[in-house]
């Protein structure tokens, strides 16, 4: 009997045991096995790897996990936030009282404090440094150390999208001493949770977790930034599990993706805006009729409604997720008449017109000039396509040396005036403004925008300075665009903003 007794609670011991580890085994605990790493795959290299001297999304999604920002916006809110500041005060309209978080370091050890914050903002507003997203200060007159955690920021006007600013990627915080030590933009060093461990340029970037950081130490103990030209054979790779995560998928394959078996796939509607713009410094491309013959000419629906759901088509340069949008806006475009852009040609002597279309070696570019070529060729243009990588494809429209382009803004702030600012207005010709635009009361527009904290008195500036760039076309908007990516299905803790940028500090296999 008792043998029997015995034996019987052997056994529900053993039954017991074993429904704990099967439970276990359907949680997170299958997962211990996985390695905490993840590879993403990207169409082109970065261009750079310091937030003072790049300003386009694939460098971005590199150094958004090494460096940060004294805010940052909340992915599902998109509130700004307190990032490595701790507070900020107001005491007038004209001045920033930010305090710091304290007992940060560096990736090479050296302190995070006023000083840093200093160094970084001059160097972002240095001209001859040349920042590329140096509008995003330049209303700051001064930049001053109260005390070791406190740095006061001056301006000579109110800057309504101050904390908007601060929040971009490229008003992340650098080590001075890395700055001045070597290239940053070669090895970038910030106080991220990640930490740059190689380039090898062409081919991949690596990061590592960074195990001293000052909050939790990330999940994730490895991230390899995959450089895949090809958008098609990283979908395959993403099938095969020898990449874990790829975005900023194109119309012509997101059926193909949302068909992969233990794959996910987020949308949202997004802050990017793509657009088609003229060198304004070039003939016949800085005459109102030519601009607006190809406005009519363009059938930007006909390109949308390629788009799978992916685009919006709506010809307001400020789009409907971004502050500053009026839903009137969108009807002062010009609407699709191939009639009248054939007359305009005809009328100014612009029939058989040489043009060459640059595009970047990315779907989306590639997709547009192919149909902007077809409708252009339609009304009397003589087209040609040149396309370039995408790095050397920044420079050159940079230096201005090109005809007509397809360019994109993803528009980190979510916020009008940190579009149109250093889009359009004549501050940024040479950086940020590649049509190279000017106009004095668009310019004066803008800046009212930003000199007011009077978030009702910005949006009526926005709106104006938006229906004066939309008449002159310096650029014709192609679509406004919906963030996605497509990643394995054991990753855990992705969320892709608006603004299309993501952070794999929470993220967990």
């Known amino acids: 009997m008792k043998r029997s007794y015995v034996l019987m609670c052997l056994f529900v011991v053993m039954m017991i045991t074993a429904a704990c580890s099967n439970e276990s085994s359907s949680g997170k605990e299958e997962n211990t096995d996985v390695p905490q790493e993840i590879t993403y795959a990207s169409t082109s290299d970065a261009a750079g790897l310091s937030p003072i001297d790049t300003n386009d999304s694939v460098s971005s999604n590199v150094t958004y996990q090494v460096y940060e920002t004294l805010f940052v ?3 599902e809110t998109m509130e700004i936030e307190p990032l490595l500041a701790e507070s900020y005060d107001n005491p007038d309209d004209n001045t920033w009282v930010i305090q710091l978080k304290e007992g940060i370091t560096f990736h090479d050890g050296t302190p995070f404090n006023a000083e840093a914050v200093k160094y970084t903002f001059e160097q972002l507003k240095d001209p001859d440094r040349a920042a590329p997203r140096a509008s995003l200060l330049a209303p700051v007159s001064s930049i001053e150390v109260e005390d070791e955690y406190t740095v006061v920021l001056r301006t000579n006007e109110p800057y309504g999208p101050m904390l908007a600013a601060l929040s971009h990627t490229n008003a992340a915080i650098v080590s001075p001493e890395a700055d001045q030590g070597h290239d940053i933009n070669k090895e970038p060093v910030g106080t991220g949770p990640f930490v740059f461990e190689e380039w090898v340029e062409g081919d991949h970037i690596t990061l590592t977790r960074n195990e001293d950081y000052w909050r939790d130490p990330a999940t994730l103990e490895k991230i390899t930034f995959k450089v895949v030209p090809e958008f098609s054979t990283a979908i395959s790779m993403l099938e095969t599990g020898e990449v874990q995560f790829i975005d900023a998928i194109s119309s012509d394959h997101i059926n193909r993706v949302e068909s992969i078996q233990d794959v996910e796939v987020q949308k949202t509607d997004g802050t990017r805006v793509s657009y ?6 070039k003939e016949p491309f800085n005459e109102l009729a030519f601009r607006e013959a190809v406005a009519y000419g363009v ?19 400020i789009g409907p997720n971004v502050f500053g949008y009026e839903e009137a806006a969108k009807d002062n475009g010009f609407v699709y008449d191939q009639e009248k852009a ?5 009328d100014n002597g612009y029939a058989g017109q040489q043009i060459t279309l640059l595009a970047a070696t990315r779907d989306n570019y590639m997709k547009m000039a192919e149909i902007v070529q077809s409708q252009l060729s339609d009304i009397g243009l003589n087209v040609s396509i040149e396309t370039m990588e ?7 429209v940079r230096k201005g040396e090109y005809e007509m382009t397809f360019l994109g ?5 979510a916020d009008g005036s940190e579009l149109l600012y250093p889009n359009l207005h ?3 010709i040479g950086s940020s403004n590649y049509a190279r635009y000017e106009n004095d009361e668009f310019d004066q527009l803008v800046e009212e925008s930003r000199a007011t904290v009077d978030q009702e008195l910005r949006k009526q500036k926005l709106n104006e300075a938006n229906l004066i760039a939309m008449e002159e076309a310096p650029w014709i908007i192609m679509d406004h665009g919906i963030v996605t990516g497509a990643y394995d299905a054991s990753i855990e803790g992705l969320v892709l903003d608006p603004t299309g940028k993501w952070s794999l500090y929470p993220v967990q296999r």
Do not use: C, H, R
Not at 342 to 346: H, W
């Open 73 to 75: 916006q909340n992915p």
């Open 276 to 281: 088609f713009g003229f060198n304004m410094e």
């Open 299 to 317: 059938d930007q629906e006909a390109y949308v409604s390629q788009l799978n759901d992916l685009g919006i088509y709506n010809e307001s340069i």
């Open 342 to 346: 054939k007359q305009i040609i005809e």
């Open 390 to 396: 995408w790095a050397s494809f920044l420079e050159i």
């Open 409 to 413: 803004w993803s528009n980190s702030t």
């Open 426 to 428: 004549s501050d940024n």
